[in-house]
């Protein structure tokens, strides 16, 4: 690291000693953007690092930085500003790094589905990228003003910092989700999830919120392992864990518990709500084929749910989750305890929902 620094500060001394005939501002520019770099390296999240570049641009060349995008193993991670454009930029996103909808998660926004968005011109929308070991990314940027070789050499060595930035960040990053991250579903495992749930019943409890919890486990899996060998076994749980995930909120956590069980920690969630996304995740796990050595494998799943209550710790909420699950296995499985029983009002046509321990 101290040798890249003194790489950069060497190339921008050179640079300015060329350019500038005013020592005074030769000097402002220098100080300005060597504090900067060593800002980036003192950062300790990506979304740290980016808006320190923000920051850098305009301060030094005057330039709105409007989307980072940091490509990842399952996806991309996207930094945007301002929100109103969001419609033009991730449509230049998806097609530059060849992506769907779905491999794009925001580091700094969440949209609603029915946000307005507005469109702009893309004429003078200039980009830059980013290579630096396991650090691919991309930077666009709407100058004010025409792109000059002074900024050009600015810019890259912003960004030569910034990659340097990243890809340390991203190392520790690789690091940390090795410790936490169950390598076959990419599910948090039960250790993360312990610290997880302890630090989410905290917040719960000190601003008043609810919090649930549903424990689900794959009926008869060991079936499916007899059936289709460990490989079968594994490429379902892998299919079943991506397809629960993707069908969760951004703010929720998947984790594996052990085996073919899993635990999903639901925040601002009240029971109802649990209830009826396990039942629609329960749904979606029964109609899914998953197809391995010309057959297809399906499976069914039993959902536990509990909610956090007054004086609860983990130990209670996880119990009462299990125990639930417990009741789903011995009343039948492929199903969600407590349940949700549809009740017909006498003087309305829909459907209500109650509450219910007898499953459905």
Same mark, same amino acid.
């Given at each position: ?59 030094? !060349? ?65 980009? /830059? ?105 594994? !490429? ?89 699950? /417990? ?12 349940? !949700? ?20």
């Amino acid at each position: 690291m101290k040798l890249t620094l003194e790489k950069i500060t060497n190339n921008l001394s050179a640079l300015f000693s060329v350019i500038f005939t005013s020592a005074a501002k030769q000097a402002s520019i220098h100080n300005k953007l060597s504090r900067h770099i060593v800002a980036l390296n003192k950062k300790t999240s990506s979304e740290e690092i980016i808006n320190e570049v923000a920051v850098c641009l305009k301060d030094i !060349l005057d330039y709105r930085l409007f989307a980072f995008v940091v490509k990842k193993k399952d996806g991309v991670d996207v930094w945007l500003d301002p929100r109103m454009y969001k419609k033009s930029l991730e449509d230049i996103i998806l097609k530059d790094f060849k992506i769907g909808q779905k491999d794009l998660n925001y580091l700094n926004q969440n949209f609603e589905p029915d946000e307005l968005q507005e469109e702009f011109s893309m004429e003078n929308l200039v980009y /830059y990228e980013l290579n630096e070991e396991n650090c691919c990314s991309r930077l666009y940027m709407l100058p004010k003003k025409s792109i000059s070789s002074f900024h050009n050499e600015v810019a890259n060595l912003i960004l030569q910092g910034c990659a340097t930035a990243l890809s340390k960040q991203i190392k520790m990053e690789n690091l940390r989700d090795a410790a936490v991250i169950d390598p076959l579903t990419g599910c948090y495992n039960r250790r993360e999830f312990e610290n997880q749930i302890n630090r989410h019943i905290a917040t719960a409890a000190r601003h008043k919120k609810q919090l649930s919890l549903f424990m689900f486990d794959l009926d008869y899996f060991k079936k499916v392992n007899d059936t289709h060998g460990h490989l079968g076994g594994d !490429l379902v749980l892998k299919k079943i864990s991506f397809l629960v995930k993707d069908n969760m909120r951004k703010e929720d956590i998947l984790a594996r518990y052990g085996g073919e069980e899993f635990v999903a920690i639901l925040p601002e969630t009240d029971k109802n709500k649990a209830m009826e996304l396990a039942d629609r995740l329960r749904s979606k796990i029964a109609d899914i084929r998953i197809p391995h050595n010309g057959s297809t494998i399906r499976v069914t799943a039993s959902f536990g749910v509990s909610e956090l209550t007054p004086n609860a710790d983990m130990n209670k909420i996880i119990q009462d989750a299990d125990t639930m699950l /417990y009741r789903a296995k011995v009343n039948g499985r492929n199903r969600v305890m407590p349940g !949700l029983i549809k009740i017909c009002s006498p003087k309305k046509t829909k459907l209500q929902f109650q509450n219910s321990s007898g499953g459905i």
